[in-house]
């Protein structure tokens, strides 16, 4: 398997502009997860999905942050408008749903710049 | 809902010494405790995982120790390499629940 697959690897955009992150989890797992990786303020857990529903989205920042799960293999996290403090790492990751699936496999990251 | 405390946030120790990275977390009802690896500019990966139901784990030179009655994890190194110079972070996941709440990492640098 390829892993958790995401898009872009890098970006840099400048303020005010929309980000999209895409993520396409392992085939066959069923719960993904958006996380942000700052110095300040380490791994954060933005949202996370089972069976493409949204079942905790208490981590996303602000109004400006926005995730969707439109099907199994697909996820995106949105930033409109972007701001410099949005810049960041966010990693998306995934897991079995079953009790034999504890670990969580992350994708190579989204790192995030915006000027 | 769950808190998890890590430290130190840096630890340097000589090539070949041992490395101590300790977490402590807040919710009784946890039961899953993964330690993850992240080398500058990768993404984070497993290296070792412990259950409620076990107080410790080995895996060659890296172990994890478990008290559940304290609420508290180890994670040690022994015989450390250069190779093991990374960010480590340990978890916590509630019985039942999908998400993993990290603490925030431990910055292990071995000095040759």
């Known amino acids: 398997d390829a892993g958790v697959i995401q898009s872009p690897r890098h970006e840099v955009t400048e303020m005010g502009q929309e980000v999209t992150l895409r993520c396409k989890p392992i085939?066959?797992?069923?719960?993904l997860f958006w996380y942000r990786q700052t110095m300040m303020r380490g791994l954060e857990l933005l949202i996370y999905?089972?069976?493409?529903?949204?079942?905790?989205d208490s981590g996303m920042p602000e109004d400006r942050f926005s995730a969707k799960m439109p099907n199994a293999s697909f996820s995106t996290l949105k930033i409109q408008p972007s701001e410099p403090r949005d810049s960041a790492v966010y990693f998306c990751a995934s897991r079995t749903g079953d009790s034999s699936g504890n670990t969580i496999y992350f994708g190579e990251g989204s790192w995030l710049t915006v000027v | 809902g769950e808190n998890v405390e890590q430290h130190p946030s840096t630890l340097s120790v000589q090539e070949g010494d041992s490395a101590v990275i300790k977490c402590t977390y807040s919710?009784?009802?946890?039961?899953?405790f993964p330690w993850y690896k992240q080398e500058l500019g990768k993404r984070p990966q497993l290296i070792i995982d412990i259950r409620s139901n076990v107080g410790e784990k080995k895996d060659q030179r890296i172990a994890v120790t478990l008290n559940k009655t304290a609420k508290h994890f180890s994670l040690h190194i022994t015989e450390t390499q250069p190779e093991d110079s990374a960010v480590y972070f340990c978890a916590a996941r509630i019985q039942g629940a999908q998400k993993l709440v990290f603490g925030q990492g431990t910055r292990l640098t071995i000095n040759p």
């Open positions: 999905f089972n069976n493409n529903v949204p079942i905790d």
């Open positions: 085939s066959g797992h069923n719960s």
């Open positions: 919710d009784s009802a946890s039961n899953y």
